[in-house]
């Protein structure tokens, strides 16, 4: 018999752990609080639209070489579309200026080197400036790694580093921004490709996932929340989850993959980070005009990046503490304006829904990082995951999945040191 093992938590870190041990021959069980799956990472349908939209817009690039091997291994790696090259169109708001971002599809930043493919008004020192940040530790702060203010930074970096770190640039870990800008801009226009989930976050990350684990003989519980772990000789040894319990046999082992909060209240004393920024996302029922990008992003104005799905436009704001308590209809009327210049649509507010998710991510600060745990934990049969450890990454899919799998290498590495 294949060593159990029980995956708590069913987000993306939790899934691609399940989906990486059942593969390899162990028998799964994954428990999910939620009646649904894939975390904060999910769609469903909204009635306000009448469209089945997702939780928040969440970008990848074909660099994140852990988050397209995971939907490869679920079969949904041609769910992810996206440009065939790397570009990034652009819109300043303050002065109608656009323009697209051209990296090509190179493994190196020449594009650094051609006029024509950067960010107008900069030059290649202006690129150069950015290397302290390269290689910075992660308990210095991007603000005192890098000059924050000029034209690059304006139109390039302080909206790739927001979406990444979800905190104004400035005040971010400057380790984490690194390890961005090195997977991106540093690698070339190949690990830049912009993926996009066109059918949605579930149909492509999450569903096909509990249906392969569930076809290959691992279990998939919702409403299953654990309450308490019991502890003994160094291991776990029972879960209970309330209404019923499992006992766990010498060789099982644990995968905790559920957020923060929850983690620490299972396993006290464990630090966790403790401050979190929300994400602010914005839905329309308005189907985007002809030859409009699949994803544009924006300086000068609330929008930061509009993407654009078959039946429905979206934008993403991050760092949204500023708007969780403005009224919604007044918000959606002044991020449907910013469409209507951006896209030249001019029409009335379509139906809408605003999706304000306050403890979207960490707080991507020297101080929170610090407090991210490694997976590995004091119980020989009990490991972590979740975009909150120790990844190395700000909170993202790749740091997911990277997690999961990291989560699933250990558990096979326990097993044979039996």
């Known amino acids: 018999m294949p060593n159990t093992v029980h995956i708590i938590g069913a987000g993306i870190s939790g899934l691609s752990a399940a989906i990486r041990l059942a593969k390899a021959g162990y028998q799964v069980h994954v428990h999910e609080a939620m009646q649904q799956a ?7 349908f909204d009635a306000a639209t009448g469209l089945t939209i997702d939780n928040g817009n969440h970008l990848l690039l074909s660099g994140n070489s852990a988050a397209v091997g995971y939907a490869r291994s679920i079969g949904t790696e041609a769910g992810l579309v996206g440009p065939a090259t790397a570009q990034f169109p652009f819109v300043d708001l303050a002065n109608d200026q656009r323009w697209t971002l051209q990296l090509g599809d190179g493994r190196l930043p020449l594009w650094v080197l051609d006029d024509a493919r950067r960010v107008p008004g900069t030059t290649l ?48 870990s400057a380790g984490l921004a690194g ?10 226009g190949k690990a830049c490709r912009p993926l996009i989930a066109r059918d949605g976050l579930s149909a492509v990350l ?67 980070p403790g401050k979190y920024r929300a994400i602010v996302n914005a839905h329309f029922n308005y189907a985007p005009p002809h030859g409009q990008p ?5 300086v000068g104005g609330l929008v930061e990046w509009l993407f654009a799905f078959p039946n429905r436009l979206s934008v993403t704001i991050s760092n949204g503490d500023r708007l969780v308590e403005l009224p919604r209809e007044q918000l959606a009327q002044q991020i449907w304006q910013e469409i209507c210049t951006l896209t030249g649509i001019v029409a009335d507010l379509p139906p809408w829904q605003i999706v304000r998710e306050r403890r979207a991510t960490f707080e991507a600060t020297p101080e929170q990082n610090a407090l991210r745990p ?45």
């Open 38 to 44: 894939g975390g904060r990472c999910r769609s469903y």
């Open 125 to 172: 020192r202006d690129y150069l400036a950015l290397m302290p940040l390269i290689w910075a530790p992660t308990s210095r702060l991007v603000g005192d790694a890098i000059r924050c203010e000029g034209t690059l930074y304006r139109n390039l970096v302080q909206p790739l580093l927001l979406a990444a770190l979800n905190v104004d640039p400035p005040e971010g």
């Open 179 to 188: 390890a961005v800008v090195r997977e991106t801009l540093l690698a070339g």
């Open 206 to 272: 999450v569903e096909p996932a509990v249906e392969l684990l569930r076809s290959s003989g691992a279990s998939v519980q919702f409403g299953h929340e654990l309450r308490k772990l019991t502890m003994a000789d160094n291991k776990i040894s029972a879960l209970d989850f309330g209404d019923d319990s499992v006992a766990l046999g010498p060789d099982d082992a644990v995968v905790l993959a559920v957020p923060p909060r929850p983690a620490a209240s299972l396993l006290p004393g464990l630090k966790t």
């Open 294 to 298: 699949p994803l544009v992003g924006v």
């Open 374 to 418: 490694g997976a590995i934990t004091a119980w020989n049969n009990l490991v972590l995951a979740g975009d909150w450890t120790d990844t190395g990454l700000p909170a993202t899919i790749e740091g997911s999945v990277r997690s999961g799998n990291r989560a699933a290498e250990l558990v096979q590495a326990i097993g044979r040191s039996r």
